[in-house]
């Protein structure tokens, strides 16, 4: 089965403008998260999704905005770009909420640099 | 509010010498602990989680993690090192599985021959 899929894989983007990064559970999940990590730190908890909802929202300006699809893909935006939002972004996937045996799976990020 | 505390950003050792690698942690109700892996350009791998149960807790790649709640620690550990567990590792926590993890900045580690 395929891990969780994240694109693009690179991303370079000027200050101000909006940036859609996305992201595919593993199948059969339905629970999607987004981290934030800066170079040199741990990841940034975003927003979590679950069943298209909403379940969880970290400290980040209203800049950043998220949805899940009917078929649990997500995307996350980031409008007005800022040189400080270069950074790694992480999308996990887990079967349910809730679940103490349950595992949050990472896909491989997306890296945007902001000039 | 939870946190975590990784104690050392770099970690050196040789190959064929005991890893340990140090973590605190803090929450005000019973935690879920996590410990991920991070090769260069790659996301994060699980190598181990304490939910309930045993204390010590067996993951991949011969690493072993002990819950110690006196201690609020949750460090990983590995008998013997190999050139191929050189990465960057972090801890995390969570106050219950389907929650948001809360990671430390994260412990390289550098194996050397």
């Known amino acids: 089965d395929a891990g969780v899929t994240q694109s693009p894989t690179h991303l370079i983007k000027t200050r101000g403008q909006q940036v859609t990064l996305r992201c595919s559970p593993i199948s059969g999940h339905k629970s999607v998260s987004w981290y934030q990590q800066v170079l040199g730190q741990g990841p940034q908890f975003i927003f979590q999704y679950y069943e298209k909802e909403e379940r969880g929202r970290g400290n980040f300006p209203d800049r950043f905005s998220a949805r899940q699809f009917p078929n649990y893909s997500s995307e996350l935006n980031v409008n007005a770009l800022l040189l400080g939002d270069s950074a790694l972004y992480l999308c996990?996937?887990?079967?349910?909420?809730?679940?103490?045996?349950?595992?949050?799976?990472f896909g491989p990020g997306t890296r945007l640099t902001v000039l | 509010a939870q946190s975590v505390t990784q104690l050392g950003s770099h970690v050196s050792v040789s190959e064929g010498a005991l890893v340990l690698l140090r973590c605190n942690y803090s929450?005000?109700?019973?935690?879920?602990l996590f410990w991920y892996v991070q090769y260069p350009n790659q996301g994060l791998q699980l190598l181990l989680k304490y939910t309930t149960g045993a204390t010590l807790v067996k993951g991949i790649n011969g690493f072993e993690a002990e819950f110690k709640k006196s201690e609020t620690s949750f460090h990983l550990t590995k008998p013997s090192a190999h050139m191929s567990d050189a990465a960057e590792y972090f801890c995390?926590?969570?106050?219950?599985?389907?929650?948001?993890?809360?990671f430390g900045k994260g412990t390289t580690l550098s194996v050397s021959s």
């Open positions: 929450s005000s109700v019973p935690p879920y």
């Open positions: 996990a996937s887990r079967s349910a909420q809730g679940d103490p045996t349950d595992t949050q799976y």
């Open positions: 995390a926590v969570s106050a219950w599985a389907g929650t948001a993890l809360i």
